[in-house]
């Protein structure tokens, strides 16, 4: 069975890592769709990110890093696949994820949403926080892979952005 497992990644955290991993072990292929959202001020473009993503994820042989624009369920129709999994950290995380989940199935009917709970270890994590964290020069390495540490080092050299 195929995926989508879709998000801003700006950028990628050992929280959405874990979520890849352990996600990869139960889906015969995995597509990490990234959002390209001209309106939000992301701190990498959508070209980095899935480049960060793609040397994270090296190691793992079912994935597709992709990117997207626009409403998801179209997305998911042109990949023909309907099944999107999402992490859930925290039962905060579950009113905006269930909201999702409704609407998308509303529009797309046969578009399954799927949720996997965060590993504990990581549950705290976001890309905001970290990258918080790193624009006031603090410790980001057990938080991001190694890429994401230097690419968000480089990012955040001159001060914070
Ligand atoms: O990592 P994020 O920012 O929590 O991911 C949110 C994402 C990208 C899954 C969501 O914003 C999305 O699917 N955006 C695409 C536009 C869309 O389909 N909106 C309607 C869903 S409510």
């Keep these: 069975m195929?995926?989508?497992?879709p998000g801003s990644f700006d950028p990628l955290t050992?929280?959405?890592l874990d979520i890849?991993?352990?996600?990869?072990?139960?889906?015969?292929?995995v597509i990490i769709a990234v959002l390209n959202n001209t309106k939000k001020h992301n701190v990498f473009t959508v070209t980095e990110?899935?480049?960060l993503i793609k040397e994270a994820t090296k190691d793992i042989e079912n994935l597709e890093v992709d990117h997207f624009?626009?409403?998801l369920t179209e997305y998911a129709k042109r990949k023909g696949c309907?099944?999107?999994i999402r992490g859930l950290r925290a039962v905060s995380d579950f009113e905006y994820e269930m909201q999702m989940a409704l609407v998308n199935r509303k529009v797309y009917p046969s578009l399954e949403t799927y949720f996997m709970v965060s590993s504990s270890k990581v549950s705290f994590l976001s890309s905001s926080i970290v990258k918080e964290i790193?624009?006031?020069n603090g410790d980001i390495s057990c938080f991001v892979p190694k890429v994401v540490e230097d690419a968000l080092k480089e990012k955040f050299k001159g001060g914070s952005r």
């Design 134 to 136: 790193a624009s006031l």
């Design 20 to 29: 890849i991993k352990r996600c990869s072990e139960k889906f015969d292929e």
């Design 2 to 5: 195929k995926v989508i497992y």
């Design 82 to 84: 309907n099944n999107i």
């Design 69 to 71: 624009q626009g409403l």
């Design 49 to 51: 990110r899935m480049e």
């Design 14 to 16: 050992n929280g959405h």
